[in-house]
């Protein structure tokens, strides 16, 4: 029977020395104290656009904490605006001095059935209203212009934008012209 306590002992100290000898512990190598990116800490950076039309577009985009400080400055450096900073995300803004990327590719002028001279995502027959302005006087306004609103006038730019706006504002309800 001592013989068996005796097998047994040495059986379980051995299973439990055994791979105690030949374990070779896990090391994350520092080189020039750069940590390996799969055991740093992720962090997001979120940029947002401010477009005239009020439109805003926010991308996001991941990086490593360690690498963040200099992302942000390679931001900063090409005019984005820092607005918020945590340990999980870096907010970003920039404003845009031209129309959205949506009302270039997909943006028409038209008019409501109330009258208000509005930006539409596609033809003003599809009723999807972007943006309302002003309510135009149509008793003032020609029929061909009427005709024109009704049909969608593209907004392929900012002077098009700008443009078709300054050209029916005298015809405002609330304009002194």
């Excluded at 520092?30 to 962090?43: E, P």
């Excluded at 009020?54 to 991308?59: N, P």
């Excluded at 212009?145 to 009704?150: A, F, N, S, T």
């Excluded at 002077?159 to 029916?168: E, G, L, R, S, W």
Aim: net charge neutral; aromatic share 12%.
């Amino acid at each position: 029977m001592n013989n068996r306590v005796g097998k047994w002992s040495l059986m379980f100290l051995s299973f439990i020395i055994f791979p105690c000898l030949f374990h070779q512990p896990l090391h994350v190598e520092a080189i020039h104290g750069m940590v390996g990116k799969d055991v740093q800490k992720k962090l997001f950076i979120f940029l947002r656009q401010s477009y005239l039309d009020g439109e805003t577009s926010e991308t996001v985009i991941p990086t490593y904490v360690n690498d963040s400080q200099q992302d942000l400055q390679r931001y900063l450096d090409q005019g984005w605006e820092l607005r918020d900073q945590n340990a999980e995300r870096i907010i970003l803004e920039k404003r845009v001095n031209d129309i959205s990327p949506l009302l270039k590719s997909n943006g028409f002028f038209g008019i409501t059935e109330d009258g208000t001279l509005s930006i539409f995502d596609g033809k003003p027959d599809e009723n999807k209203v972007i943006h309302s302005f002003f309510q135009i006087d149509i008793k003032k306004l020609e029929v061909r212009k009427q005709e024109e609103l009704k049909k969608g006038i593209p907004v392929r730019s900012k002077d098009t934008y700008f443009q078709v706006i300054q050209a029916f504002y005298p015809y405002s309800k609330y304009s002194d012209q």
